[in-house]
Each structure stands twice: as C-alpha cells, then as structure tokens.
C-alpha cells in the first residue's frame, strides 16, 4: 500500500514539476514550448489525481493557486529587515554628483554599477521558506505592509515552489508587482464593456488588482512581478559579492529578472544607459519611470551604509512625468485637412513628460462622453514620447459644481457650413469642403511639406496669413503669387520674401509620387501615393481610372479606391490640377509602361500574399506577374485572401493561411496558375 502511495506522490510531482515548467516557459520567459491545449491537458490531468488523493494535495501544488476563501481585511507584516526606499536624480548633474560621493565614500576612483529599468509598479516582499513561497507583503512603510499571500500566489509568474534541490532554507525575494501595457488595454476593454470603472494607468490597474479581499478577482486580472533584490536569507549558494550575481541567482530560480539589467563602469555609462532606456521606454512591454543605478559590490554597498532610510550605494534616476494633472479651461473644434473636427482641450499649462503642455486632443465627441468631461474639470493629461498629449481621465473628486458639459458643434466653427457624422464613423465633418478656410490651410500645409512638394519656408504662420488675406485659397494660388504681395505682409523681410518665391519656383520639378500624395486625397498617404504612381504611371490614367482598376494596385482596398474615384471626380479638383500643371507643376514622365491588365480569370481579382523567398523568382517579379493579370497583392492574411504564395521560411503569415484554410501555393503552382 505504501508503495502505491510513494508511485503517486511520484506522478504527481513529476506532473507539478512539468506545470511549473512551462508556466516558467510562458509567463516568466513569454516563450511556451507546448501548446495551450497540451498544457490544459496535463494540468487536468493533474487535478483529476489530486481529486482521487486529496491528502496528496499541498498548497504550493499549481493547482492551488486560487481557493483561498476571500479575507475580511489584511493583516499586518512586520518586514524581518526594512524594504528601503530609494532616492532620487531628476538631472544628470545630480546623478554625477550621486556617483562622486560613492568615489569619496569608498575612496575609488571608478565605481562599478548594476543599472536596471526601474518598474512602475508596487514592491513587494515575497518569502520562500525550504523552497516554498510561505508569505508574501506589500511595501507599506517600509517597516510593516500587509499580507497579500493569498493574492501573490495567482500570480502566475510568481513561482509557488523554488525549482531546485538544493533550496536555501530561508529566502526573501524583492520585487515589483506589474501589470503589462496590452493586458491593461485589454482590462479597461472589458470593464468599458461591463460598464465598470476604467483604470487611468498600468499602476493603478496593478494595485486595485493586488488590493483585492477576493483572490478570486486578482486571479482574474493579469499581474506579472520583476525581482530587484533579495530580503532577509539563510542557507548557502546565495551569491554574497555582487548585485549582478544575485539578479543571475534569482533568474535561475526562475523569478523574472528585467532583460535590460547590465553592468558598467563609471557614470558617463549610467547617463548613456539612462538615455538608450528611454529611446527604449514606449516599446518596452511595461511601463517603467526612470532607471535605477546600485554599487554592484555587495561589500563596497555595505561600506556606503544608509542615510535614514534610503541607502547611499544606489539611487533612481526619473524620466519626466508622463501624466499630470491640470485644469482644462476650455475645448475648442479643430477642423482637420479632410474637414474632420476634432475637440482640442485647452489646458492650464503643466509641465509634462519634459514639455508644457497648453494643448491636448480629446479624440472624438465619444471619448468626451465615455470619460465623461467636462469644462472646468481637473483632469489627467498624458504626454509619452512623441505622440500628441491626450487627456486621459477626470479627476472626479475635484468635479466643480459649476463644470459645463461639451456639446460638439453641428455646423464648421470656422466656414458655418453643416458638420456631418455618417453612421458607424466616431469623427463629424465639415461639408465645406475646400471653400472652407480651415481646410484650405490644412490642405496648403500638406502641399506644400517636405514629404510632398517639399517648399521651404512655407510654414503654418505663413499659409495662415496668406488664406486670411485671401492671397491664396487653392494650392495652385501658390504659383500666382507676386513677390510685392508677399513682401507686404506683415513680418516679411524683402529676403524671406525672395526665397519663398524661389522655394515655390523650385518645387515645379517634381515627382509623380510625391505629386500625388501632395493632393491630400483621403486614405493616400506616402506609401500609396507611390505605388499609384508606379501602377499607373501618368496622372491622367490615375484621374480617369474606376474602383475595380484601383483595387488591382497593392494594398488598395474599397474604402481608398473609394476616395480617389471621389477626389478625382470633384470638378473642383481638376480645376485646382489643370491650373497647377499650366503653372509649370512638371515630373518626369514615367518611362516604364503602366501593366498592361488582361483578364484572367484564376487571377483576376483574386487576392494573393506573398510569403517567404521563392526559388527562381523575387517576390517583386511575383508581384508584377499577378498585377499583370489583374491580381491583387496585400501585406496579411485574411479571410478575404484568395492564395498565399509561399516560398522558403514562410513565416506567420504561413501560419495564419493554414489556419484560416487559404489555397496555398508553391512557386510551380503559382506558375501553373499564371499560364
Ligand atoms: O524597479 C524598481 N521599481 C526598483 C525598486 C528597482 N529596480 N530596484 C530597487 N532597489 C531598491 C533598493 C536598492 C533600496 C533595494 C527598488 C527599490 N529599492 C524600491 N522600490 C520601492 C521602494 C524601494
């Protein structure tokens, strides 16, 4: 009897070790080498033994994760040494001057240092004793913070049991407990849906998350933790010379230790880690506010000791803010190059995310309505790296009594004419047109920018004082204009005057691409512009083109060909063309014939996605074979694709055909098909 007992304490460890495998394989290195369904199997498997030996199950089994009963209030844990707080550098002068006093501190003329991304998180204490995860504590004060065990241990990153056999019989991991950016996005998604509160950031998300009486509810959240350092410890193998070793230690334990961890020699290092982690910051899964910089010697750390409760041998280096709150003072309309009116919050100046901020989008009149804003509030702005600020949130206790709510205008603030918003579109237009003033500009602006006719010189003020003095209504104005006209505008130098005049003559020599895109059509951004251009080949086939025809050309789909058959079919438009081209606007002739289209009807219409290299013929050369036969050839797979072409190293896009049940074809095939 006990020998059967012994052979199913045998199976089911061997079933937890292998969850706990590949829990480590998907939720601490985001690489799983089985898939969800093998997964699901074992670990049915494993309950189902559990349920038949009930006294077999213990509480670091990953089956018990969850089950904890929910808790009436935390209690309170007296942390065995402090958690430590960290100081801060906002300035690279305060980070040299961190790094002087280490060097006269500990007389040494270059410091060694641990660098890290610093979390955007919550600290928390977690202990493992004989190997097992015991209990685990916020922060709090540094002194006492409270049991969150119950919570910590659904977190699915977080080991229940230390993977090795020779465990120490006391470990206290640090680390920071996060939620990441897309499982925020999915989060608020699906509060959004139920019609619950929706979290202003990641943090905020993370920590209602972990404040939860009800584990049950934090398990249903996707947390994920980062370790930092190491607590209170008894046992051998844990390294005692270096921070870097202990972060090696931790990571072989299969604790999350940050990629971004390194090591390096002097400040100039720090401030050059500094700089490449915020280059690196919006594409980093998480959000992180800055880097931390640790003396790396554990006995050099030692020798630094502490000021009160921040220790002298490490200290945090900040980014800017990326959120502040301020006053939003009013909302203004903006009306976009194709008539779009966008609310614009007029801030109270803050400082934020290293720039003032006067200004910030409120997207639509839905957004206004969801985030439920309104004048006179106090509300959270954003600012990350180089988007436009937006106005994330209200803060709702500090609503006015005397806040206005925002009514989106139905008719242009800047021509009167009627705003529309067609069904099943968030964003209202303006139905002014180009005889709207606003749109005019935009429409200038865009001409004229270096991506398109590329005229210097011609910058937002100027085109604002050329279409107010009615100099200039049209792009094709801009070749009429005089210099005397020009240089009796206000603040215009004789000189500035000059090269203006110079700039514009210049821009006549141009491409047929770049002329396209200059146009402004909806939906035709560079990309398009240039393969209409190479599609197409003169101007006068693009204007005289139908939908069907447009929809051959690679990554034109109905809602653009839709807009180029309109653009092109507004008589305006032509008008505005032909003067331009009698002014002089000229690009070389395209030499390459346009393809000829031949109807065929395996091909014809027909949507195709190249994947992977073919044996004899570039995926270019493939390309032309299948326009020329009225093919269409797109960048992914979908459902609306007919075949996907692969040849060797296919890629997902194999994958996702397979998937979907796509014809997939080899290069002969593909041949065989073009016959
Ligand atoms: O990523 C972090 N937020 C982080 C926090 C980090 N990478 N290292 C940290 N190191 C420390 C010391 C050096 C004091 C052990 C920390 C923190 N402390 C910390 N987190 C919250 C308070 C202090």
Redesign the pocket.
Known sequence: MNNGIEAIQQQLQKLRDLIDLHNYQYYVLDDPIISDAEYDQLFRELQQLEQRYPRLVVPESPTQRIGAAPLKDFSQVTHRTP????SNAFEDAEVEAFDRRVREGLEVDCIEYAV??????L?VSLCYEQGVFITGAT?GD?NTGEDITQNLRTIKAIPLRLPTENVPALLEV?G?VLMLKADFLKLNEQQHEKGEKEFANPRNAAAGSLRQLDPRITASRRLTF?A??IGVTEGENIPTDKHSHIMTYLATLHFPV?RECQVMMGVEALLSYYHEIGQLRERLPYD?DGV?Y?VNSLRQQEELGFVSR??R??I?HKFPAQEAMTELLGIDVQVGRTGALTPVARLKPVFVGGVTVTNATLHNADEIKRKNIMIGDTVMVRRAGDVIPEVVSVVMAQRNVLAKPFVMPDHCPVCGARAVRLPGETIARCTGGLFCPAQQKRAILHFASRRAMDIEGLGGKLVEQLVDHALVRTPADLYKLELSALANLERMAEKSANNIVAAIEKSKHTTLARFIYALGIRNVGEATAKELARYFGSLDRLMDTDRERLQQVTDIGPTVAQSITDFFAEPHNREVIAQLRLSGVNWQKNVVEPVQLVQHSAINGKIFVLTGSLPNMTRDEAKEKIHAMGGKVTGSVSTKTDYVVAGADPGSKYDKAVKLGVVILDEEALLDLLQ
């Open positions: 958690m430590l707080s960290l890290e991304p610093k979390f955007d998180g600290a922060r540094g640090r920071e980062f930092y350092g940050a992180i931390v640790k921040a220790p041998f490490a945090a």
